[in-house]
């Protein structure tokens, strides 16, 4: 993203800044530097003359307040009147992707989903709390994120052609996101080399398998599918040994679900079905999420910039607190997603349930300021969320670890061969 400057006088900042608040929720701070303007046109002259040939970057500057040469002398440098500036400014910011209405309309229209209007949307919090509500839920707009199918290629192209097979798993979901998935991988992977985990087929002793998934947010269904790759059982052709290796490709992981998956890994090991250093869990660099923000020190994926959180209230934990509010009413058990995780990324085949409910919970009702109660409605909903269908029983076999656990099984098949010439 780049960064440009303007050159304003004091009295006439305040108006624009107000505005640019509005349009990008304050996160125009964070990308434009502010050189004060005099009523002394030479100094102004002298100021803006200096800083462009330090900064590469273009500068915005009031032309009743500088002189014709300056442009004229350095190309990086624009003189505006007052209005032009207020209108560059605001389509700086757009094509920036730092006006949040205009951002999260374009990240809507990525999903197949039914999606609320963003304004609508965001009246809904001023209801809620009429002094910062609206802030509130600009500052979430902001952080909307939706990844479809070119962005998880892209997580997933030109790997390391260092691997045997690669596989996916079809959870027992009849309408699960995975199928998605598939269809993804299918266009960047050897289709030769692209398995379900149930038919796997057999490789050397010391072969290698990627397993992919599109996100782990608590890590409970990633290493539960890790696991069952190591247990043997009658529902897949075959399984892996300890002297087999792994590698797991994530579109997304957070810092809590790498903890869970490494404590999985390390049990395995003791276990004796997987060998020191054979699992290996990856992810693009920028898509390992930590769940506690360095500067806001609060937990949650939506609460850790401090440009936005500033933007919302003096009190930096204003939005968690409004979110927790809203959250309790629409999700009691969840209010702020899985793990109090509370993401703002959504993928266009499926809404994690890591997400903030406020988002994708519909059929409840939220409590007014002034007491009275109205239906939430969620900026996208779909229609597996309402009308999903019960997981297949059959999917998985009665041992299996990715069965619900609710229900404690009464034997271990081991009738599957390892992944093994051998």
Same mark, same amino acid.
């Given at each position: 993203?780049?960064?440009?400057?303007?050159?304003?006088?004091?009295?006439?900042?305040?108006?624009?800044? !107000?505005? /640019?608040?509005?349009?990008?929720? *304050?996160? /125009?701070?964070?990308?434009?530097?502010?050189?004060?303007?005099?009523?002394?046109?030479?100094?102004?002259?002298?100021?803006?003359?200096? !800083?462009?040939?330090?900064?590469? +970057?273009?500068?915005?500057?009031? %032309?009743?307040?500088?002189? *014709?040469?300056?442009?004229?002398?350095?190309?990086? +440098?624009?003189?505006?009147?007052?209005?032009?500036?207020?209108?560059?400014?605001?389509?700086?910011?757009?094509?920036?992707?730092?006006?949040?209405?205009?951002?999260? !309309?374009?990240?809507?229209?990525?999903?197949?989903?039914?999606?609320?209007?963003?304004?609508? /949307?965001?009246?809904?919090?001023?209801?809620?709390?009429?002094?910062?509500?609206?802030?509130?839920?600009?500052?979430?707009?902001?952080?909307?994120? =939706?990844?479809?199918?070119?962005?998880?290629?892209?997580?997933?192209?030109?790997?390391?052609?260092? +691997?045997?097979? %690669?596989?996916?798993?079809?959870?027992?979901?009849?309408?699960?996101?995975?199928?998605?998935?598939?269809?993804?991988? %299918?266009?960047?992977?050897?289709?030769?080399?692209?398995?379900?985990?149930?038919?796997?087929?057999?490789?050397?002793?010391?072969?290698?398998?990627?397993?992919?998934?599109?996100?782990?947010?608590?890590?409970?269904?990633?290493?539960?599918?890790?696991?069952?790759?190591?247990?043997?059982?009658?529902?897949?052709?075959? $399984?892996?040994?300890?002297? $087999?290796?792994?590698? =797991?490709?994530?579109?997304?992981?957070?810092?809590?679900?790498?903890?869970? #998956?490494?404590?999985?890994?390390?049990?395995? =090991?003791?276990?004796?079905?997987?060998?020191?250093?054979?699992?290996?869990?990856? %992810?693009?660099?920028?898509?390992?999420?930590?769940?506690?923000?360095?500067?806001?020190?609060?937990?949650?994926?939506?609460?850790?910039?401090?440009?936005?959180?500033?933007?919302?209230?003096?009190?930096?934990?204003?939005?968690?607190?409004?979110?927790?509010?809203?959250?309790?009413?629409?999700?009691? !058990?969840?209010?702020?997603?899985?793990?109090? #995780?509370?993401?703002? #990324?959504?993928?266009? $085949?499926?809404?994690?349930?890591?997400?903030?409910?406020?988002?994708?919970?519909?059929?409840?009702?939220?409590?007014? $300021?002034? *007491?009275?109660?109205?239906? /939430?409605?969620?900026?996208?909903?779909?229609?597996?969320?309402?009308?999903?269908?019960?997981?297949?029983?059959?999917?998985?076999?009665?041992?299996?670890?990715? =069965?619900?656990?609710?229900?404690?099984?009464?034997?271990?098949?081991?009738?599957?061969?390892?992944?093994?010439?051998?």
């Amino acid at each position: 993203m780049s960064n440009i400057s303007i050159a304003i006088a004091l009295k006439d900042s305040t108006r624009a800044f !107000k505005l /640019w608040d509005d349009i990008s929720a *304050g996160q /125009w701070r964070r990308h434009i530097t502010v050189i004060d303007l005099s009523s002394d046109k030479d100094a102004n002259n002298a100021l803006i003359a200096s !800083k462009a040939l330090t900064a590469n +970057v273009t500068i915005l500057a009031m %032309s009743h307040l500088t002189s *014709g040469h300056l442009a004229t002398s350095h190309s990086n +440098v624009r003189r505006l009147r007052r209005h032009e500036m207020m209108k560059e400014v605001t389509r700086w910011l757009d094509t920036q992707n730092l006006a949040y209405l205009n951002h999260a !309309k374009r990240q809507c229209d990525k999903t197949p989903f039914h999606c609320t209007s963003p304004e609508s /949307w965001l009246d809904q919090f001023s209801q809620v709390d009429p002094n910062m509500g609206r802030r509130a839920g600009a500052a979430l707009l902001a952080q909307l994120q =939706v990844f479809d199918a070119r962005d998880f290629s892209g997580f997933f192209r030109d790997l390391p052609e260092d +691997v045997d097979t %690669s596989c996916y798993f079809l959870g027992a979901d009849p309408h699960s996101g995975d199928h998605a998935l598939i269809s993804i991988l %299918s266009a960047v992977i050897d289709n030769t080399k692209l398995n379900d985990s149930r038919a796997l087929p057999k490789m050397s002793a010391s072969g290698k398998l990627r397993l992919f998934c599109d996100g782990a947010w608590s890590g409970g269904e990633t290493k539960r599918r890790i696991r069952c790759l190591f247990t043997p059982c009658t529902g897949k052709k075959v $399984h892996l040994s300890p002297t $087999h290796r792994l590698d =797991v490709r994530l579109g997304f992981i957070t810092s809590t679900a790498q903890k869970a #998956i490494e404590k999985e890994v390390t049990n395995l =090991v003791q276990e004796k079905l997987a060998s020191v250093g054979s699992i290996q869990i990856q %992810s693009a660099r920028e898509n390992l999420l930590q769940l506690r923000g360095d500067k806001s020190g609060q937990v949650g994926l939506a609460f850790h910039d401090t440009t936005l959180l500033d933007y919302v209230d003096s009190d930096r934990k204003s939005l968690a607190a409004l979110c927790k509010k809203i959250g309790l009413q629409l999700h009691p !058990k969840k209010p702020l997603g899985t793990n109090e #995780i509370a993401s703002c #990324i959504a993928f266009a $085949h499926s809404l994690p349930s890591a997400m903030l409910p406020l988002f994708i919970t519909k059929n409840s009702n939220v409590k007014a $300021h002034d *007491g009275t109660s109205f239906e /939430w409605k969620p900026l996208l909903s779909s229609q597996h969320h309402s009308t999903g269908l019960p997981d297949d029983p059959s999917h998985h076999c009665e041992a299996c670890p990715l =069965v619900d656990r609710s229900k404690t099984p009464s034997n271990h098949n081991l009738n599957s061969p390892p992944i093994s010439d051998s």
